[in-house]
C-alpha cells in the first residue's frame, strides 16, 4: 500500500536540487514530475553535454542520468563529472541493465543504479538516498550546522572513519534515539550533527545542552522550560530545549552528567514523549529525536549506580562509537591540512607549512585529547609561525608527554591487564602534573570538562603520593 495514501510516509524526502538528463521528453518529465512533488527543485536537459554545460553555472545535490544517450553515454557523463569534481551524487537510470554496465558506472563513481520500468517511490527512496549521502560526505548543505555556522565536516578516509559514515547513513533517517560513545575530543558532537544533517529532521533545528555546565536545578529549567514564579528569579516563563528542538533533534552532551533525579523524569519523556513545564500542570508533547553523548562507559556507570539501567536502554536503542585519533593515524595528514587552512581563512594569512619531520611527529604522536588535542597544536602553530615552515621540535614542547611523545618507539609502556579506569587515573594524573596542579589547563588539555575533572578527583581520593603538588590541586578551586 502506498503510505502517502494515509498521508504518512517512512521516510520523508530531504530536499534538494535535482538534474535530470534523458534524451526521451516523455520519460525526463515523468521523473522530474515525481522528484517535484516529493518536493526537490528540478531541472531537466536532453544530452549529457547540455547537463555539462549547465553544471558550470548551477550545483545540484543529485544528478538523475540515463544509461543510453545520442553523443555521450551515461557513463562517460559520469566519469566527466567525477574528472571536474562537481560533487553531485550520481544515479544511473537505464532499460539495459547488466552488472558490467551497473559495475561500471558505480567504479566510476556514481551512487546507485535503477533500472527501468520503476515505481515512483523507488525514484524517490533512491534520490533521497544519494542526497544524504552526498550531504554527509561532501557536506553540501547548511543542515546541521552548528554555532559557528559551519556544515558538519567529517575528514579522513580510514577504515573506522568510512565504516561510521556508513552507519550514519543507516541510523539517520530513524527516529531512534542515539547513544554516540567515544573519548573526549573525538568529536561526538561532530558525529551527532551529520547525523541530524542526515535526518529527515535537518530542516529543523538542532538544540544542543552541555550537561556538565548546569547544576540539576538549572538542567531541568533547561530542559523542559518553567513559567512565571516557579521558583525564586523566575520572572518571565521560559521554553525549554525539548520545545526550542520541536521539529528537529535535541542532543544530550556528556549525558552521564544528569543528575539522577533528573534521569528519572528524562526517561519518562524518552518513554511517553510528554513533559511539563517546571511549575506548570499542562502536559506538551515532545516532538524531537535525542542524540546523547558521553566519554565514559555507561555499562559501567550503571553497574557502579550512577545511571539509570532503564534511561540507559532507552538512549543506547542505536549506538555509535567514535574511534580515538591514535586508531585512526592515517587521517592526520587530512586533519592537519583541513585545520591549517581553516586557520588561514581566519586569520586572513597565508596557510602556515609543517616541515616533513614535523607531520610525522603529529602522525606517531599518541593523541590523548585526540581531534581537540589536534585543532589547538595547529592553531597555535598557524597563530605563532605562519610566515616560515614549522619544525617538529617546535611543536614537540607543546604536545602532551614532550619530547618522550617524538616517535612511536618512545610512547611510555602500557602495563599489561592494566585496568581502563586505571590508566585514565594515570593520564589524568600526569597531565594534571605537566600543567602543574592548574586544573582548567588539565581539563583543557584532556578535552574533560572542569566539573568532570574535579568529580575525578574526588573519587580518586585525592591523595597521590609522592606528589603533593596533585594534593594541593585537590583542595584549591580550579
Given at each position: ?16 536540487r ?12 515523468s ?9 526537490h527543485?528540478?531541472?531537466c ?9 549547465i ?20 557513463v562517460?557523463f559520469?566519469?566527466e ?5 562537481y560533487?553531485?551524487q550520481?544515479?544511473m537510470v ?5 552488472v ?20 515512483a ?14 550531504r ?12 559557528d555556522?559551519?556544515p ?24 531512534e ?6 573519548e573526549?575530543?573525538?568529536?561526538k558532537?561532530?558525529?551527532a550533527?551529520a ?8 530542516a529543523?533545528?538542532?538544540i544542543s545542552?552541555?550537561c556538565?555546565?548546569?547544576s ?7 530542559l523542559?522550560g ?10 518571565t516563563?521560559?521554553a ?19 543528575d ?8 519518562r ?20 529525536r ?9 555499562l ?13 536502554y ?9 574511534p580515538?585519533?591514535?586508531e ?7 586533519l ?12 586572513d ?20 585529547g ?5 585543532e ?7 597563530v605563532l ?30 602495563p599489561v591487564?592494566?585496568s581502563?579506569e586505571?590508566m585514565?587515573?594515570?593520564l ?23 566539573r568532570?575533572?574535579s ?9 597521590p ?14
Open positions: 500500500m502506498n503510505n502517502k495514501i494515509l498521508g504518512q510516509t517512512a521516510t520523508t524526502p530531504l530536499a534538494g535535482v538534474l535530470v538528463v534523458d534524451d526521451h521528453l516523455q520519460a525526463r518529465e521523473m522530474a514530475d515525481v522528484l517535484r512533488q516529493s518536493g527543485t528540478v531541472d536537459c536532453s544530452s549529457a553535454i547540455e547537463a555539462l554545460q553544471l558550470q553555472r548551477q550545483s545540484y545535490d543529485c544528478i538523475v542520468t540515463d544509461l543510453k544517450m545520442p553523443g555521450m553515454n551515461g562517460e559520469i566519469i563529472i567525477q574528472q571536474r569534481r560533487g553531485a550520481t544515479v537505464t532499460a539495459h541493465a547488466s558490467s554496465s551497473a559495475v561500471e558506472a558505480m567504479r566510476h563513481g556514481a551512487f546507485d543504479y535503477i533500472e527501468k520500468p520503476f515505481d517511490d523507488q525514484l524517490e527512496q533512491l534520490v533521497d538516498q544519494a542526497i544524504r549521502h552526498g554527509l560526505l561532501h557536506n553540501g548543505s547548511g543542515d546541521g550546522r552548528g554555532d555556522g559551519e558538519p565536516v567529517m575528514i579522513g578516509r580510514s577504515p573506522q572513519i568510512e565504516a561510521l559514515r556508513v552507519k550514519i547513513l543507516q541510523v539517520a533517517p530513524t527516529l534515539t542515539i547513544l554516540i560513545t567515544g573526549s575530543g573525538t568529536g558532537e561532530l558525529v550533527r547525523v541530524h544533517a542526515a535526518s529527515n529532521r535537518a529543523g533545528p538542532m545542552v552541555n556538565p555546565a548546569l540539576a536545578h538549572l538542567m531541568e529549567s533547561e523542559f518553567h513559567e512565571k514564579g516557579a521558583f525564586t528569579g523566575a520572572d516563563p521560559r525549554g530545549r525539548f520545545e526550542l528542538a520541536a521539529g528537529g533533534s535535541l542532543l544530550l552532551d556528556e549525558v552521564t552528567e544528569i539522577q533525579a533528573l534521569q528519572a523524569k528524562l526517561l519523556v524518552l518513554q511517553e514523549k510528554t513533559f511539563e513545564r517546571v511549575g506548570s500542570s499542562q502536559t506538551m508533547r515532545a516532538n524531537v535525542v542524540l546523547a553523548t558521553t566519554n565514559r562507559d555507561l559501567c556507570e550503571v553497574k557502579a549506580g550512577r545511571f539509570r539501567h532503564d534511561l540507559y532507552r538512549l543506547a536503542v542505536v549506538p555509535l562509537w567514535v580515538p585519533l591514535r585512526r593515524c592515517g587521517d592526520v595528514p587530512a592537519v591540512d583541513y585545520f591549517l587552512n581553516r586557520c588561514a581563512a581566519r586569520l594569512r597565508d596557510v602556515c607549512r609543517l616541515q616533513p619531520d614535523a607531520l610525522d611527529l603529529l602522525v606517531h604522536h599518541h593523541w590523548p585526540n581531534v581537540r588535542e589536534l589547538n597544536i595547529v592553531t597555535r602553530a598557524s609561525y605562519g610566515g616560515n615552515p614549522v619544525r617538529a621540535d617546535e611543536l614537540r614542547r607543546w604536545l602532551i608527554g614532550g619530547e618522550e611523545s617524538g616517535s612511536a618507539a618512545a610512547q611510555p609502556e602500557v591487564g592494566i581502563l586505571e585514565e587515573r594515570k589524568i594524573e600526569a597531565t594534571l602534573e605537566h600543567f602543574d596542579g592548574h586544573r582548567a589547563r588539565t581539563a583543557q588539555a584532556l578535552g574533560i570538562g572542569l568532570t575533572l568529580g575525578k578527583l574526588r573519587q580518586y581520593g585525592y591523595a603520593r609522592e606528589k603533593p603538588l596533585l594534593k594541593t590541586a585537590h583542595t584549591v578551586n580550579g
